[in-house]
């Protein structure tokens, strides 16, 4: 596949590739179509045939070239799959999109300091297990650290100190970048404002800039009501102390916070199922 997409990436190679799609022909007749020399289209033609896309064969004088169908095929199949990828449910590409329309509204309205403050997100989960389970995921900072970033970051450092006036400290680094040599995506410090056990959680915390000012403060609420067998988490975010430069940073609110806070349910389910399983296999 690599020695076919060489050699149709180059243009003089395409063209020779579109006149042989139509009928076979020979090198004289391609050159004169191509307008260019013999010799150089010969050695386009020879490099097609290396990489399996053209045939030739000698008619007397002449040496006929014809276009095989199967590599161009497999290599259409092989793009169409790509582009489902793309295009499919869920596919990250989506919500980069999404994230990059947020990055251009954002930066244009942040036009002087305060911008943004009074602004407010709020984030409602259904969440599958008693408050107590949740609680832990919410305060105990291994398992902070397994859903506490959107789906491309992963946590490189954290604390979280759940008592009033206890110290967070959240930074992270690309989801892919497992031995850390790459660069910290970001850092961010708190304080927990409110602790009431099962029930509720305040903090504050902000990002910081790359020079460790605040980008802004995110005031943060968290409820935790009984539902069934589960527990309904509401959660609020209050702006203030906006930066110009802070615009880049909320605009990722909405989507990261969110996809934390899926991942966040999603473990819990898992965790939940696991334990369910576990259970009953005792009793049997």
Avoid at 30 to 36: G, I, K, N, R, S
Avoid at 38 to 59: C, D, I, Y
């Amino acid at each position: 596949m690599d020695a076919l997409l060489t050699a149709l990436a180059d243009p003089a190679r395409w063209r020779l590739v579109k006149l042989l799609a139509e009928r076979p022909r020979p090198v004289g007749v391609l050159a004169q179509l191509a307008e260019a020399r013999q010799p150089q289209t010969t050695k386009h033609l020879q490099t097609l045939e290396r990489a399996g896309v053209v045939t030739s064969q000698r008619t007397g004088q002449r040496r006929v070239y014809a276009l095989h169908s199967a590599p161009l095929r497999e290599l259409a199949a092989v793009l169409s799959r790509l582009a489902d990828t793309v295009e499919g449910a869920g596919n990250p590409r989506a919500t980069y999109d999404r994230h990059g329309l947020g990055l251009r509204a954002e930066r244009l309205a942040a036009v002087e300091p305060g911008w943004a403050d009074g602004r407010s997100f709020r984030f409602l989960r259904s969440l599958p297990v008693r408050p107590e389970g949740v609680w832990r995921h919410l305060t105990q900072a291994p398992l902070l650290a397994r859903w506490w970033t959107p789906d491309d970051l992963r946590v490189c450092e954290l604390v979280f100190e759940a008592r009033e006036g206890g110290r967070i400290v959240q930074e992270y680094r690309d989801a892919e970048d497992a031995d850390g040599s790459g660069p910290v995506a970001g850092r961010a410090e708190g304080v927990v404002d409110e602790v009431r056990p099962h029930e509720g959680l305040a903090y504050r915390l902000s990002p910081l800039l790359p020079d460790g000012s605040l980008a802004f403060t995110a005031h943060v609420e968290l409820g935790l009501r009984p539902s069934g067998s589960g527990t309904d988490l509401d959660v609020h975010w209050r702006l203030t102390g906006s930066t110009v430069e802070a615009a880049d940073f909320i605009a990722g609110i909405e989507i990261g916070f969110g996809q934390s806070l899926d991942k966040l349910a999603a473990i819990l389910a898992a965790d939940s199922h696991d334990t369910d399983i576990t259970d009953t296999g005792g009793t049997t």
